[in-house]
């Protein structure tokens, strides 16, 4: 079966630097949503999206923006990337009134 | 706002003995989700389990199960006959269905599984 597509799956940076983390949520899921894993810690929640409206924010900082595109793949735009941007991204997809959400396999930004 | 605790921050089982993780967690609402998720060394995020907090019923699912005990806001998983490939963070997670389906995660445990 599908699953939830992330890419890159690894990206280095430097400082002051933009990125752009891509997901492709399973087919058919119309909500995704983003995570950020810092070292050693647990996931963040960063902000989701419905039916290409942003749906629910959490702990973005400013200096990232995401949208969801109208084939439902979402983009995490990161800029003036800092060190402590360092961390695993996740992306996660699912339909909307169901509560299992499907994680990507993630994609491991490092700034230097 | 919602809280995850896990007060274990690393366990480790003999392979084919049972294993209990612990997960407490602080919540007002009555509608909500309880999860638990395991990341391997690859730091995929898997679901394992997932109880419904209206259900009294504890979920199960093969050698996972879980102990919900809703007054205590307690959520363990047991783990039975553990495997190798159960070497991994386990992180328990919530979700508050009315103020969107975003999960809170604890601080994960990570759990050895030794030969």
């Known amino acids: 079966a599908a699953g939830v597509i992330q890419s890159p799956r690894h990206l280095i940076k430097e400082k002051r630097e933009t990125a752009t983390l891509k997901c492709y949520p399973i087919p058919r899921h119309d909500t995704v949503y983003w995570y950020q894993q810092g070292p050693g810690q647990d996931p963040q929640f960063l902000i989701s999206?419905?039916?290409?409206?942003?749906?629910d924010k959490g702990s973005i900082p400013d200096r990232f923006s995401a949208q969801q595109f109208s084939d439902y793949h979402s983009e995490l735009n990161m800029s003036s990337l800092e060190l402590g941007d360092s961390a695993l991204y996740f992306c996660a997809s699912s339909l909307v009134g169901i509560t299992e959400a499907f994680f990507g396999q993630g994609t491991r930004l490092t700034v230097v | 706002a919602q809280t995850v605790t896990q007060s274990q921050p690393e366990m480790s089982v003999q392979e084919a003995e049972t294993v209990t993780l612990s997960c407490t967690y602080d919540?007002?609402?009555?509608?909500?989700?309880l999860f638990w998720y395991k990341q391997p060394p690859s730091r995929q995020m898997i679901l394992v389990i997932r109880q419904e907090a209206y259900k009294q019923q504890n979920a199960t699912e093969n050698r996972f199960s879980v102990n919900f005990q809703k007054a205590a806001k307690s959520f363990s998983l047991k783990i039975s006959d553990s495997q190798l490939g159960d070497t991994a963070m386990y992180f328990c997670?919530?979700?508050?269905?009315?103020?969107?389906?975003?999960?809170?995660f604890g601080g994960g445990t990570r759990l050895m599984v030794k030969p």
């Open positions: 919540t007002s609402e009555n509608n909500y989700y």
């Open positions: 997670a919530f979700i508050h269905l009315n103020a969107g389906n975003m999960l809170t």
């Open positions: 999206f419905y039916e290409k409206m942003q749906s």
